[in-house]
């Protein structure tokens, strides 16, 4: 994987993060992510896309979030996971959650799309 497309996808995760802040975060996801594409979340719920887009029209925005340890796994010439421990907090000062997490990219046409996105809860 090179430089360039790390520098992409971290680029496109932290969009999404900042639309999950900034109360955007279904208008993003339901352009970004691909027709089939899914989330499994902490809770054990599995979402399709317009569960997702749904579900995140009627969500509180995050207060702040940060990435760390993240690194990129290439999964063929035309798609690649993100992975990375998110941390998030809804309040400034409140307990974040924390998770590692995974986002499978797949490129389409020029661009790349979000097909399957995974948390998993740490402690």
Known sequence: MDD???RDL????????????EGTAAAFYD???TGD???VLANGA?????AVVGALGASPPWHHYDLVDV?????GDDAA???YTGRAW???DGEPFTGAMTSLYVRDGSRWRLALYTQTPVS
């Open 4 to 6: 360039e497309v790390i």
């Open 10 to 21: 971290l680029a496109l995760e932290r969009r999404g993060w900042d639309a999950l802040c």
């Open 31 to 33: 352009e970004v992510m």
């Open 37 to 39: 594409g899914a989330m």
């Open 46 to 50: 599995v979402m399709d896309r317009d």
């Open 71 to 75: 690194r990129v796994v290439a999964a």
């Open 81 to 83: 996971a993100l992975v």
């Open 90 to 92: 809804r309040e400034e």
